[in-house]
T-cell receptor
Framework: DTAVSQTPKYLVTQMGNDKSIKCEQN?????MYWYKQDSKKFLKIMFS???????INETVPNRFSPKSPDKAHLNLHINSLELGDSAVYFC????????????FGNGTRLTVT | GDSVTQMEGPVTLSEEAFLTINCTYT??????LFWYVQYPGEGLQLLLK?????DKGSNKGFEATYRKETTSFHLEKGSVQVSDSAVYFC??????????FGRGTSLIVHP
């Protein structure tokens, strides 16, 4: 069983389109995250939700909107895609208390043409 | 704010060589420290962790010691294998800390 799964694995789309990436975790964790990894492998946190409530919202354009329908799911919707949005997007989850590590999905490679 | 600094890569070694990847951090208080590994086309996986000063994390022959006095958490392995080729990330997290990652260090091991 995959612990953190995200779909799709690859997403190729044109500038100006709207797209969504879905994430689900079956670990019973109460905190979920979205990270963006650029071509140089730098990981930047975008959002974090704890029990469906937004707790971290880093400097991210308003075109990016996370949605958490329940604590096992955290989806990412992106409006009006731009070339600079091309990257690998990782979903992760963890327990909010203590020193629990993050569990990552395998990433979604977004290419905007 | 909190930050993690890792040595620039790539690090290129021959099989059975000794590995050190340096990591230092800046944080108020005492976060937990982690090393993650990312293989091509995959997400990050936890390699090891340490939750307090002088703790040593170890896994698969890798180890790192939480040094409060030097704010460091260097990753070491005595004898690397080709299969260890990957990108390694140092990170801090825990409590109220936002999980923060270093820039990653690519390791290439030649037979």
């Amino acid at each position: 069983d995959t612990a953190v799964s995200q779909t799709p694995k690859y997403l190729v789309t044109q500038m100006g389109n709207d797209k969504s990436i879905k994430c689900e975790q079956n670990l019973g964790h109460d905190t979920m995250y979205w990270y963006k990894q650029d071509s140089k492998k730098f990981l930047k946190i975008m959002f974090s939700y704890n029990n469906k409530e937004l707790i971290i919202n880093e400097t991210v354009p308003n075109r990016f909107s996370p949605k958490s329908p329940d604590k096992a799911h955290l989806n990412l919707h992106i409006n009006s895609l731009e070339l600079g949005d091309s990257a690998v997007y990782f979903c992760a989850s963890s327990q909010s208390h203590g020193n629990s590590p993050l569990h990552f999905g395998n990433g979604t490679r977004l290419t905007v043409t | 704010g909190d930050s993690v600094t890792q040595m620039e890569g790539p690090v290129t070694l021959s099989e059975e060589a000794f590995l050190t990847i340096n990591c230092t951090y800046t944080a108020t208080g005492y976060p937990s420290l982690f090393w993650y590994v990312q293989y091509p086309g995959e997400g990050l996986q936890l390699l090891l962790k340490a939750t307090k000063a002088d703790d040593k994390g170890s896994n698969k022959g890798f180890e790192a010691t939480y040094r409060k006095e030097t704010t460091s958490f260097h990753l070491e392995k005595g004898s690397v294998q080709v299969s260890d080729s990957a990108v390694y990330f140092c990170a801090l997290a825990g409590g109220s800390y936002i999980p923060t990652f270093g820039r990653g260090t690519s390791l290439i091991v030649h037979p």
